[in-house]
Every structure is written in structure tokens, then in C-alpha cells.
């Protein structure tokens, strides 16, 4: 169980272009889902937490009117990369916390983004 | 602020024991988990303490110890396949996930 998917696995677009990237829990409802974005050699770096109905509450420095994140139900959340430029080339990683389970995260297996 | 440390990158031989250690300044603890990521991957699960002490799960085990701070992960009879990162991230109080930057293991034939 808690199999968290990510569509699509990577992504290669031209800058100026919007993307966008779902995040689905399988065969769990997650009241919250996590955005995350790796650059190479670094560790993850949180992004923004959506909760199922509201806004989403994003991290300093992060644009939210660049980084659209949508989670209208318990199993899908969505982040739009507005006019994308090659430095939000990354890899983009989801990840899901079950209502039942406060604590743990199920990660998604990532989106790799790369902006021309 | 809230910290979390632990080693930049070790290298090991295959058959060895290597430990890997993270220490934490965080508000509030409410759990650590320590993950395993390979090249251009998600991390994926290994383990996750709350209480003091030692967790055993095959190969790989992890400690804690909350008033130190301090938690490690232990891995034995290494296997090339255990070349990745392991990132050690700790739930805060407000139950958010707080990441190390994560330690490259290097195995060695």
C-alpha cells in the first residue's frame, strides 16, 4: 500500500512554457501532499505544502504565482511550472502523508524537468 | 534555527560495516526517518525511530537517542547496490519533514 505516482516522468519543454505535473495517491487519501524540488548533488528542498481545499502554503523564496499548486481532492494535487525557464530545470519530487498517518511521507518517484 | 547534520560523503568496500551518523537540532521531535536515494531517483524508505534505541531490519539498522540528538544508520555485509544517499529528516513539531542534505556511501569492490 501508499503508492504515491507521478505523471510524467520527465518533461523537456521550451522556455516559456507551462508544465504541469500530477501527483496522485493510489490507494490512500492524503489530506497533504509535499512539493519538493532536487537540484543535482543536493538534497531536497521543500517547495510548498498543499492541503486538500485550501491554498497552499509556500516556502520562503518559492513564487507561488510561478509554482501553481492545485489539490482539489484527496488523491491528486498538481503543480503548474509557469513560463519555465532553464534554471527550474530539476528534478520534482511529490510527496503524500496519509490522514491516518501523521507522520510519514510517501514520495512519489519524481518528475525530471529540463528547460531549453 | 533548526540543523541537521551529517557527513558530506564516505566511502566503504563491499562486505564492510559502515555507520552513518545525523545529529539534529529541531523544534520539538516527533520521529526520524532515514531514507535511501539512488542517482535521478525519489528516496524510498528504511527506516523510522521514536524511541530510544536500536531498530533492526535486515542489513540496515538505525539508532536513536533523543537527548543527545543523535541518531545513526547502520549497514552491514555492503553490497555495490548500497551506493546511494541516505538522507536523515526528522518531524518538527508542527509534524513538517526537516532534511539533512543527505550522505553520498561510495562501496568499493
Known amino acids: 500500500g501508499a503508492v504515491v505516482s507521478q505523471h510524467p516522468s520527465w518533461v523537456i519543454c521550451k522556455s516559456g512554457t507551462s508544465v504541469k505535473i500530477e501527483c496522485r495517491s493510489l490507494?490512500?487519501?492524503?489530506?497533504?501532499m509535499f512539493w519538493y524540488r532536487q537540484f543535482p548533488k543536493q538534497s531536497l528542498m521543500l517547495m510548498a505544502t498543499?492541503?486538500?481545499?485550501?491554498?497552499?502554503?509556500?516556502e520562503q523564496g518559492v513564487e507561488k504565482d510561478k509554482f501553481l499548486i492545485n489539490h482539489a481532492s484527496l488523491t491528486l494535487s498538481t503543480l503548474t511550472v509557469t513560463s519555465a525557464h532553464p534554471e527550474d530545470s530539476s528534478f520534482y519530487i511529490c510527496?503524500?502523508?496519509?490522514?491516518?498517518?501523521?507522520?510519514?511521507?510517501?514520495f512519489g518517484p519524481g518528475t525530471r524537468l529540463t528547460v531549453l | 534555527g533548526q540543523n541537521i547534520d551529517q557527513p558530506t560523503e564516505m566511502t566503504a568496500t563491499e562486505g564492510a560495516i559502515v555507520q552513518i551518523n545525523c545529529t539534529y537540532q529541531?523544534?520539538?521531535?516527533?520521529?526520524l526517518f532515514w531514507y535511501q536515494q539512488h542517482a535521478g531517483e525519489a528516496p524510498t524508505f528504511l527506516s523510522y525511530n521514536v524511541l530510544d534505541g536500536l531498530e533492526e531490519k535486515g542489513r540496515f539498522s538505525s539508532f536513536l537517542s533523543r537527548s543527545k540528538g543523535y541518531s545513526y544508520l547502520l549497514l552491514k555485509e555492503l553490497q555495490m547496490k548500497d551506493s546511494a544517499s541516505y538522507l536523515c529528516a526528522v518531524v518538527d513539531s508542527n509534524y513538517q519533514l526537516i532534511w539533512g542534505a543527505g550522505t553520498k556511501l561510495i562501496i568499493k569492490p
Open positions: 498543499s492541503n486538500e481545499g485550501s491554498k497552499a502554503t509556500y
Open positions: 510527496s503524500a502523508r496519509d490522514a491516518g498517518d501523521y507522520n510519514e511521507q510517501f
Open positions: 490507494d490512500f487519501q492524503a489530506t497533504t
Open positions: 529541531t523544534s520539538g521531535f516527533n520521529g
